[in-house]
T-cell receptor, first 114, second 114 residues
Framework: AQKITQTQPGMFVQEKEAVTLDCTYD???????LFWYKQPSSGEMIFLIYQGSYDEQNATEGRYSLNFQKARKSANLVISASQLGDSAMYFC???????????WGAGTKLIIKP | DAGITQSPRHKVTETGTPVTLRCHQTENHRYMYWYRQDPGHGLRLIHY???????DKGEVSDGYSVSRSKTEDFLLTLESATSSQTSVYFC?????????????FGQGTRLTVV
């Protein structure tokens, strides 16, 4: 069974609009971490934001925020006021206390239109 | 940016030849990982290391071996390259191997086996 599911293979968004990238996860651990990474066309993997399973508040980092709904097992990435430079692949990943290996979703390709 | 260097960045090799990819870090992090990235699969863990000479297998370790003789270097070897090992390979590092710790990635190595 997939542990990390990203249901949107690709998205087109108008510049300056907000965008939400979906991520659902499956784990029986009580303690786990959720991560989002950005991969631009140049290929590097850039860490964006982290949410811990015990964090009561949604994580925020600049224009990035994480809409964490624990009961629904979802950890959606929200990018406010999108920019052309946000065009990239975005990956959701999880680490569980029982298994520290990062488990990855298949990614969402985001294209920002001018 | 985390100090992680992968070499080579690009390589074309023939089926049946051995290939070694190098990952070098300047962060003195204990944990190092090798992933491969293929379309539709996100990243998959090949091997990881939790210290000098301490390594373990990941999800897709068949056909790969690793060595870590120094904290800063983690080598990935394809014993006899096959076309199915054509992929982009990423090295990552992490200070601790916990559910709340992000990993930082190198720039990737694009390997083509012909």
């Amino acid at each position: 069974a997939q542990k990390i599911t990203q249901t949107q293979p690709g998205m087109f968004v108008q510049e300056k609009e907000a965008v939400t990238l979906d991520c659902t996860y499956d784990t029986s651990d009580q303690s786990y971490g959720l991560f989002w990474y950005k991969q631009p066309s140049s290929g590097e993997m850039i860490f964006l934001i982290y949410q811990g399973s015990y964090d009561e508040q949604n994580a925020t980092e600049g224009r990035y925020s994480l809409n964490f709904q624990k009961a629904r097992k979802s950890a959606n990435l929200v990018i406010s006021a999108s920019q052309l430079g946000d065009s990239a692949m975005y990956f959701c990943a999880m680490r569980e206390r029982s298994n520290y290996q990062l488990i990855w979703g298949a990614g969402t390709k985001l294209i920002i239109k001018p | 940016d985390a100090g992680i260097t992968q070499s080579p960045r690009h390589k074309v090799t023939e089926t049946g030849t051995p290939v070694t990819l190098r990952c070098h870090q300047t962060e003195n992090h204990r944990y190092m990982y090798w992933y491969r990235q293929d379309p539709g699969h996100g990243l998959r863990l090949i091997h990881y290391s939790y210290g000098v000479k301490d390594t373990d297998k990941g999800e897709v370790s068949d056909g790969y071996s690793v060595s870590r003789s120094k904290t800063e270097d983690f080598l990935l070897t394809l014993e006899s390259a096959t076309s199915s090992q054509t992929s982009v390979y990423f090295c990552a590092i992490s200070g601790v191997d916990r559910e709340n710790t992000e990993a930082f990635f190198g720039q990737g190595t694009r390997l083509t086996v012909v």
